[in-house]
């Protein structure tokens, strides 16, 4: 039986074998006859009849995980005791906490931290409320909100089932960037009930990241958001997407030797991601996008219900190209594909112009496999880890977050993300940049530095840094901790 393997699915057999009728070469026999993946063992105990033994095995999801179980327990001499989830096991509890910064170890500690001392502080910030981003935790804090209405991959599970979603998200901010983030999920999706709840606890947090809310009403979310608030708001769904693929564009575009106002790029899914792409597109000097839905191509004959759609056939599209995807990506220099499995067929790839770029981003199942679309392409990207080039928006937040909160930005300006892509961008080398390394791995180090000196210099020459330069420049760009 053939079963594929992933990387990210593997389960913990605790085993009690008895060593007179059954032996561990037996179950890896069966285990590995049914395509799982031995990568850990771990004695537990020994006795003169039996041995308990932990069984660290790669499976491909629930089905096959059960399938094994079932397999082992069948066997003579075998008792499966516990089956632990790996995955599971790191979500007990969940996956971030709290600590001090300080102990408190006795009444002298507690007064300053607390009563009577935290008063002078408070009437402090009372005075002058700039003080809370120099005396409060405001300074170095975002806020991870979220609906749970477009939860990547799982679609509306609601606030508690994206809350270890978010949770991620949290741990990246601080191991990448040392930003300190905060998963909040909303027992709401109405647009107005999210929108006040964000600005009446924006006082906490020096910027706030909206993630997995639904379209179109996270463009309305966003810009409210936008306007009403000092802070820095960012739908990474949006715009992180838009930053990493275009830095990856231009590192393709590149390789390939070509100029992006001269490419006709299709954009496949005018989601949330693919307007936010497309703007960034535009933004950098594209001048020949084409969006492509379900009804194909967008064009400004057509009247749309959506606002976003609307401006989306206005300004894209110069040659009002009609029909379905198959038809306008003929002589394509680039397709980009924010949409869902198997839509680009290989006949379309063949007919994109040579040297061309394909960007399949559809999570888990890409618009179209590597193993098909490479023996016709140049450059080929996807948002999978399983394969070279991938387009993972953690290589854009971080360091955004990070330049943003450490200039005390007012907001994110499309020159800040303008600069993050390119950013992102010169982490690869001349000598290092060939068709399976467009964009760095996630865990570069050179990035979020690269970043979030970017956004900065952008956020001064945008106007909306208020932190004075000098100071800014005081930061300890090693630890990326204030100084």
């Known amino acids: 039986m053939s079963v594929p393997k992933s990387v990210n699915h593997s389960i913990i057999l605790r085993l009690e074998i008895d060593k007179e009728i059954a032996s561990f070469g037996q179950i890896a026999t069966v285990i590995g006859g049914l395509n799982g993946d031995i990568v850990a063992i771990d004695v537990i105990n020994v006795g003169r009849e039996r041995t308990i033994r932990d069984i660290t095995v790669t499976v491909s999801g629930q089905e096959h995980s059960d399938l094994i179980v079932q397999e082992v327990k069948k066997m003579s001499g075998v008792k499966v005791i516990h089956v632990s989830d790996r995955t ?34 408070s009437s402090a910030i009372h005075e002058d409320e700039s003080l809370a981003y120099s005396l409060t935790i405001k300074r170095n804090t975002v806020a991870v909100v979220s609906d749970g209405s477009a939860v990547l991959g799982l679609g509306n ?27 909040i999920c909303l027992e709401t999706q109405d647009t107005d009930e999210i929108v006040q709840t964000i600005k009446a606890m924006a006082p906490t947090f020096g910027g706030i990241n909206l993630e997995d809310i639904s379209s179109p009403r996270c463009f309305e979310i966003e810009q409210r958001l936008t306007e009403e608030l000092d802070i820095p708001v960012f739908h990474d769904d949006q715009h992180g997407t838009a930053v990493v693929i275009l830095a990856g564009l231009l ?38 996008v084409i969006g492509v839905d379900r009804d194909g191509a967008l064009v400004r004959s057509v009247k749309y219900e959506s606002s976003a759609w609307e401006w989306y ?121 060939n068709p399976d390394y467009i964009i760095p791995g996630v865990f570069n180090e050179k990035v979020v530095e690269r970043v979030r000196k970017a956004v900065i210099e952008a956020a001064y020459e945008s106007g909306v840094a208020r932190k004075d330069q000098q100071h800014t420049r005081k930061i300890n760009t090693e630890s990326l901790e204030m100084v």
């Open 251 to 288: 590192n393709a575009l590149k390789y390939v030797g070509k100029n992006l106002r001269d490419c006709k790029i299709v954009v496949c899914g005018i989601g949330a991601a693919g307007i936010a792409c497309t703007k960034m597109l535009l933004n950098a000097g594209a001048k020949n």
């Open 157 to 183: 599970i609601g606030p508690k089932a994206a809350m270890p979603v978010m949770e991620g998200k949290a741990m990246l901010f601080k191991q990448l960037s040392n930003v300190d983030a905060f998963p």
């Open 88 to 121: 599971f096991l790191v979500h007990l509890g969940g996956k971030i906490e709290t600590k001090l910064k300080l102990p408190i170890k006795n009444r002298d500690d507690l007064s300053r931290v607390y009563t009577p001392g935290v008063a002078r502080i």
């Open 313 to 433: 056939a206005d300004n894209t599209n110069p040659d009002q190209e009609a029909g379905p995807l198959s038809d306008v990506i003929k002589e394509a220099d680039v397709f980009i594909g924010v949409s869902g499995p198997g839509v680009l067929k290989q006949e379309d790839v063949k007919n994109m112009a040579e040297g061309s770029i394909v960007f399949a981003m559809a999570n888990p199942t890409p618009e179209i496999t590597p193993e098909e679309a490479e023996p016709y392409v140049s450059v080929m990207a996807t948002g999978r880890s399983d394969y070279p080039n991938q387009i993972n928006n953690v290589l854009c937040f971080p360091g955004i977050f990070r330049g943003a909160l450490d200039c005390r930005a007012s907001r994110i300006t499309e020159e800040m993300k303008l600069a993050a892509a390119k950013a992102i961008a010169s982490s690869v080398t001349d000598d290092e940049l």
